[in-house]
C-alpha cells in the first residue's frame, strides 16, 4: 500500500517538474524593431508584432519599423517606433511598447496612435506561430461570458477553408495541456481572427487581435489612440533584447 502510495506521488513530482521545466525554458527575445521572439526549450513558439493594411490592403510590419529601445526597472524593455504605411509617402504608425515581468507572467503593453492623417484597412496586434510546429495542435480561446472554444490547427493547407474562425475571447490557450501550455490574457474581450497563412505562402498560423478591420478604409487621425495590453504566462518568462 505505502510502496504504491510512494510511486503515485513520485508520478505526480515528475509531471510538476517535467511541467516546471517546460515553463520555465521560455524566453522573449526583443528585437530591435519591437517584435518579440517567442522561445521555449523546443525552439521558435512564435512571434508577437504589431502590423497593418493600408488603404488597399498592402501589408506593413514591425518589421519594417524604425525604432530605440531602453531598459527599464525590474528586468523590462521599453521600445518606441514608427511603422511606415506602404504607398503613402510619410504616413506612419507610431507606437509605445513596454514589456515588464510580473509574478503572472510577463505583461506587454501597447499604445499605438497614427503619426498623422492615414486610412487604413486594418490594424492590429498579432501572435504568430510556425505552421510546422503547431500544425495538428490545438488552441483554447476563453472569454468571460462564453464557454470555452477549442479550435484545431490542420496539419495541411486547406484553400477553402484558411479563415479558421473568429472568436470573442480574452484569453488564448496554446497547446491543449492546460498544465504546460502557454496563456495569453488580453486586458478585455476582442473578436480575435484566427487564419492559416500558408494561403499567402507564409507558414505560420495568425491569431489576429483586431483594432481596425474596414473593407472600405477607416480615417484616423493623432487624435485616434489604441491601447492593448497582453499578459503572456505563466510567470518565470526571461526576457533578453537591445
Known amino acids: 500500500m505505502r510502496r504504491g502510495l510512494a510511486v503515485v506521488l513520485l508520478v505526480l513530482l515528475l509531471v510538476v517538474v517535467s511541467a516546471a521545466c517546460a515553463q520555465d525554458g521560455r524566453s522573449v527575445v526583443v528585437r530591435g524593431n ?69 509574478e503572472d507572467g510577463l505583461k506587454i503593453a501597447y499604445e499605438l496612435q497614427p503619426a498623422g492623417p492615414l486610412v487604413l484597412n486594418g ?64 486586458d478585455k474581450t476582442y473578436g480575435l481572427i484566427l487564419h492559416d497563412l500558408r494561403q499567402w505562402e507564409r507558414e505560420e498560423f495568425e491569431i489576429r487581435l483586431p483594432l481596425v478591420q474596414e473593407d472600405q478604409g477607416k480615417m484616423l487621425s493623432t487624435t485616434d489612440r489604441f491601447s492593448v495590453e497582453i499578459t503572456l504566462g505563466p510567470g518565470g518568462i526571461s526576457v533578453t533584447g537591445p
Open 34 to 102: 519591437g517584435q518579440l521572439l517567442i522561445r521555449d526549450a523546443e525552439g521558435d513558439f512564435g512571434t508577437l508584432e504589431i502590423n497593418l493594411h493600408n488603404s488597399n490592403w498592402q501589408y506593413a510590419s514591425q518589421t519594417e519599423a524604425t525604432a530605440t529601445s531602453e531598459d527599464t526597472v525590474g528586468g523590462g524593455k521599453r521600445v518606441a517606433g514608427t511603422i511606415p504605411v506602404p504607398q503613402v509617402v510619410g504616413a506612419a504608425l507610431s507606437f509605445l511598447e513596454t514589456i515588464t515581468p510580473t
Open 123 to 186: 490594424l492590429q496586434i498579432s501572435l504568430l506561430l510556425p505552421a510546422e510546429r503547431f500544425g495538428g495542435e490545438h488552441l483554447v480561446l476563453k472569454g468571460a461570458e462564453v464557454a470555452d472554444r477549442r479550435i484545431a490547427l490542420p496539419r495541411t493547407l486547406d484553400p477553402n477553408a484558411w479563415q479558421l474562425g473568429t472568436v470573442q475571447a480574452n484569453a488564448v490557450q496554446i497547446g491543449a495541456d492546460e498544465a504546460t501550455a502557454l496563456m495569453a490574457k488580453i
